[in-house]
């Protein structure tokens, strides 16, 4: 996810692009637009605008609790070690 998502909750929530995230993460923008294009498909931000998203209320509250979290992404990747489960069906 964003490093950390909580970043972001805590400048606004609101719509930023991937140059305006690189940022606010001190990282590059290209990784920042692969990442919100993988996340988008899982339906942790939405695309407003080309190349500018903004957080679901699921991406407000794993911001809002650590526990919450880790229990997500554990979940998570708990799914993709399942074996002979399909990719497309995998989180």
């Not at 719509?15 to 290209?30: F, H, I, S, V």
Request: hydrophobic content about 45%; proline content about 9%; some cysteine.
């Amino acid at each position: 996810m964003l490093a950390p998502p909580a970043k972001w909750v805590e400048a606004g929530g609101g719509g930023k692009n991937c140059a305006e995230l690189a940022e606010l993460n001190k990282t590059d923008p290209a990784l920042i637009k692969r990442l919100v294009r993988q996340i988008s498909g899982q339906h942790l931000v939405i695309e407003t605008a080309e190349d500018t998203y903004k957080p679901t209320p699921w991406v407000h509250a794993l911001a809002a609790d650590q526990v919450l979290a880790n229990v997500y992404g554990g979940l998570c990747h708990f799914v993709l070690e399942i074996p002979g489960i399909p990719l497309p069906f995998r989180v």
